[in-house]
């Protein structure tokens, strides 16, 4: 697969570059190599063999709550968080009184993700900027950084990650003016039907939404879910 690329660093009035993606996908589209999709032929057999093990399984609901529960605190120790699964059920049952910031990031992020499957699964609602707009709401509504992030709104002003501020910074995702724009573009990329697979196309999604970053906090664990409901409309999951 020959090199794409896929933006520009462009200097900003402030001085600082930030990252402008090219329109998306590509004119040329996606050429992928025999190895790209023999790691696809992998990806999606093992992506198979978990979604029939539940099937076997003689409680798949309680399996399913308990999955969520892990996946919740994996996703939430990416971005820093130290509590653990365990953690996390001891607070729902109220084994203590104290609840540490760790654990509500989980616990916000279960409630994230319950809501989701309330949505897709029982209200059919359509992966749409909105759904994700809705999914950062429930993730974000008076968790510790609520001040900062603007639940349920796409941002207004400059993010950057890595850094005291955008010049220095590791990565500046596009200025907010822009991102409305590269998200639709994303959204008729959903579910425009075309011959990328599946998980490839899953992957690509989540780096493009993660390349604008339209909220000011939250976009990774909500690109997660995001990645969730997709394979599950995709009927790759049995359940989300």
Known sequence: MK???????????????????NPFPPK???????????????????LGKLDGITKLLPDADFFLLMYLRKDAASSSQI????????????????????????????????????????????????????????????????ARVT???????FRESQNWIGGTRPD??????????????YLGELERFMHTENIIPVIIKAGLIHAQFET?????????????????FYLWKEGFLEKP
Request: net charge negative; proline share 7%.
């Open 79 to 142: 971005e820093g968080t130290v509590a653990t699964m365990v953690d996390a059920i001891e607070a729902e049952v109220k084994v203590s009184e104290k609840i540490t910031t760790d654990v509500d990031d989980i616990s916000h992020y279960i409630k994230a993700l319950n809501y989701g499957m309330q949505r897709v699964t029982k209200d059919n609602f359509p992966l749409a900027l909105r759904l994700v707009r809705e999914l950062h709401k429930e993730l974000m509504y008076k």
């Open 28 to 46: 040329d589209g996606f050429g992928f190599t025999p190895a790209i999709l023999r790691k696809d032929n992998q990806a999606t057999r093992l």
């Open 212 to 228: 604008i970053h339209p909220f000011l906090d939250g976009n990774g664990r909500t690109g997660r879910m995001l990645i969730t």
């Open 168 to 181: 220095n910074a590791s990565f500046v995702p596009p200025p907010a003016d822009k991102i409305l724009g």
């Open 147 to 153: 001040q900062y992030s603007n639940p349920g709104e």
């Open 3 to 21: 090199p794409i690329e896929i933006g520009k660093l462009i200097t900003q009035p402030e001085g600082f570059q930030a990252f402008i993606p």
